[in-house]
């Protein structure tokens, strides 16, 4: 069984940045990915890296302000958001494998 806890969502005016957090406990082997969910709309993905660390991939419209990264341990993934913008107001989410964390709420205002 994996669990996941992810943190650091709050609210932050346009153009600042935040720091998602997800702390994974378990068996924790396999890709890590964000994804987010905006009030009316789908779940998509945000962000991935691969399990080696080798590989990381993001939506077109956070390329070059967000970044994905994972401590050596593997067990927490983090997502430095920069340049935010009012669209990027969303519930994150950290996913592994089928296992999903709680979310985090990030808002960005205007």
């Known amino acids: 069984q994996v669990q996941l806890v992810e943190s650091g969502g709050g609210l932050v005016q346009a153009g600042g940045s935040l720091r998602l957090s997800c702390a994974a406990s378990?068996?924790?082997?396999?890709?890590y990915y964000w994804y987010r969910q905006a009030p009316g709309k789908e779940r998509e993905f945000v962000a991935g890296i691969s399990w080696s660390g080798n590989s990381t991939y993001y939506l077109d419209s956070v390329k070059g302000r967000f970044t994905i990264s994972r401590d050596n341990a593997k067990t927490t993934v983090y997502l430095q958001m920069n340049s935010l913008k009012s669209e990027d107001t969303a519930i994150y989410y950290c996913?592994?494998?089928?296992?999903w964390g709680q979310g985090t709420q990030v808002t960005v205002s205007s």
């Open positions: 378990g068996r924790t082997v396999g890709n």
């Open positions: 996913n592994i494998n089928e296992y």
